[in-house]
């Protein structure tokens, strides 16, 4: 698990090669494990594979002009959340649950980007509007998925200086 992490790297270059269902309802599935406050799960999750609508959802993400085959959108559908202390902590559930995926991904052999949506409202906005989201689903991200055309080396940024023991 250790070296999945530190494996796991952002990929800008895909192979054409399209990404089986079957590979994407893995990642989805890893996403669904992951832990949301007070088992809340305001997750739900937009799979784009044909070339029409990765084209529009690419017209949408200016930092994010890659030729990924596939994007899977995190969304939190607001009107799941049924519990009061959950309200506040969609974007921490849906992170993990994206953070799942990324990293599943890399065992599939599988590269992925996390493309920033929320809180950008432009971006917000036209991602809503090319998947028709109804107005209480809220996109978090655009996280590309596709077989990697480039090859990053594994790290660690461990930095001692960033960490505190005990107090500051
Ligand atoms: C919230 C968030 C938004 C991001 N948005 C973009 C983006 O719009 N375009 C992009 O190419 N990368 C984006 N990234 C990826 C970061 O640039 C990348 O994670 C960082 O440079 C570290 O590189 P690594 O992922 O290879 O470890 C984003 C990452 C996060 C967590």
Same mark, same amino acid.
């Given at each position: 698990?250790?070296? !999945?992490?530190?494996? &796991?790297?952002?990929?800008?270059?895909?192979?054409?090669?399209?990404?089986?269902?079957?590979? =994407?309802?893995? =990642?989805?599935?890893?996403? @669904?494990?992951?832990?949301?406050? &007070?088992?809340?799960?305001? +997750? *739900?999750? %937009?799979? #784009? !594979?044909?070339?029409?609508? @990765?084209?529009?959802? &690419?017209?949408? @993400? %200016?930092?994010?002009?890659?030729?990924?085959?596939?994007?899977? $959108?995190?969304?939190?559908?607001?009107?799941?959340?049924?519990?009061?202390?959950?309200?506040?902590? +969609? #974007?921490?559930?849906?992170?993990?649950?994206? *953070?799942?995926?990324?990293?599943?991904?890399?065992?599939?052999? =599988?590269? !992925?980007? +996390?493309?920033?949506?929320?809180? $950008?409202?432009?971006?917000?906005?036209?991602?809503?509007?090319?998947?028709? =989201?109804?107005? @209480?689903?809220?996109?978090?991200? %655009?996280?590309?998925?596709?077989?990697?055309?480039? *090859?990053?080396?594994?790290? !660690?940024?461990?930095?001692?200086?960033?960490?505190? +023991? *005990?107090?500051?």
């Amino acid at each position: 698990m250790i070296d !999945t992490i530190y494996a &796991r790297r952002s990929i800008r270059k895909y192979q054409e090669r399209p990404v089986e269902r079957e590979k =994407l309802e893995t =990642l989805l599935k890893a996403a @669904m494990a992951a832990p949301s406050a &007070r088992n809340g799960k305001p +997750w *739900e999750f %937009v799979v #784009v !594979t044909e070339p029409e609508g @990765m084209a529009k959802v &690419r017209s949408a @993400m %200016v930092f994010g002009g890659y030729n990924a085959p596939a994007a899977i $959108i995190v969304c939190a559908n607001t009107s799941l959340i049924k519990k009061p202390l959950s309200q506040g902590f +969609w #974007v921490q559930d849906c992170s993990a649950a994206t *953070e799942n995926i990324l990293l599943a991904a890399v065992e599939l052999s =599988l590269g !992925t980007v +996390w493309l920033g949506v929320h809180p $950008i409202q432009i971006f917000s906005s036209q991602i809503s509007r090319i998947l028709s =989201l109804p107005k @209480m689903v809220k996109p978090l991200n %655009v996280i590309y998925v596709g077989y990697p055309a480039e *090859e990053k080396p594994p790290r !660690t940024q461990y930095d001692p200086a960033r960490v505190h +023991w *005990e107090v500051y």
